[in-house]
């Protein structure tokens, strides 16, 4: 699918607000409603908006410590990567698991209520995975959100 700059515009203006009424959207891009309407179904249906979600302010619903984990596995061999990926992916405070390539094989993006948690969380339930080596954390300190590039 090849974009134009009014989609280029849609995308960025439902990736701010994803909120806005089909009207709303128009005005600012200077179409009709039925106009912007089919614009965004279409990238709907191509799969340029793979859909919409909700973003909690992690810290205001009671998690205040974010880190990230660097995750080496030690056996490979013995171990999918398929078994780690589903059993961490059952850790509720796992937000996020990202198979990478370079130091470490896994990227986890873990919440905490605060420092205790994490390391109940840490050693209860990452370190007891199946084939977890080396794990580093790095706590988040702050963050600054940029959008993509469009």
Same mark, same amino acid.
Request: positive net charge; glycine residues 8%.
């Given at each position: 699918?090849?974009? !134009?700059?009014?989609?280029?515009? *849609?995308?960025?203006?439902?990736?701010?607000?994803? !909120?806005?009424?089909?009207?709303?959207?128009?005005?600012?891009?200077?179409?009709?409603?039925?106009?912007?309407?089919?614009?965004?179904?279409? *990238?709907?249906?191509?799969?340029?908006?793979? $859909?919409?979600?909700?973003?909690?302010?992690?810290?205001?619903?009671?998690?205040?410590?974010?880190?990230?984990? $660097?995750?080496?596995?030690?056996?490979?061999?013995?171990?999918?990567?398929?078994?780690?990926?589903?059993?961490?992916?059952?850790?509720?405070?796992?937000?996020?698991?990202?198979?990478?390539? %370079?130091?470490? !094989?896994?990227?986890? =993006?873990?919440?905490?209520?605060?420092?205790?948690?994490?390391?109940?969380?840490?050693? =209860?339930?990452?370190?007891?995975? #199946?084939?977890? %080596?080396?794990?580093?954390?790095?706590?988040?300190?702050?963050?600054?959100?940029?959008?993509? #590039? *469009?």
């Amino acid at each position: 699918m090849t974009l !134009d700059e009014i989609d280029r515009a *849609l995308l960025l203006a439902v990736s701010q607000n994803a !909120d806005q009424s089909t009207t709303q959207l128009g005005q600012k891009l200077g179409l009709s409603q039925p106009a912007t309407w089919r614009r965004l179904r279409r *990238l709907q249906e191509s799969g340029a908006i793979a $859909g919409r979600r909700l973003v909690l302010d992690a810290e205001k619903v009671g998690f205040g410590v974010t880190v990230f984990l $660097g995750v080496k596995l030690a056996t490979k061999g013995r171990i999918s990567l398929e078994d780690f990926e589903r059993a961490v992916s059952a850790i509720p405070e796992v937000q996020s698991v990202e198979h990478v390539l %370079g130091l470490y !094989d896994y990227r986890l =993006r873990v919440v905490a209520r605060d420092l205790a948690d994490f390391e109940r969380v840490l050693r =209860r339930r990452v370190m007891t995975l #199946p084939g977890v %080596g080396n794990v580093e954390a790095n706590v988040l300190l702050s963050e600054e959100r940029r959008q993509g #590039p *469009l």
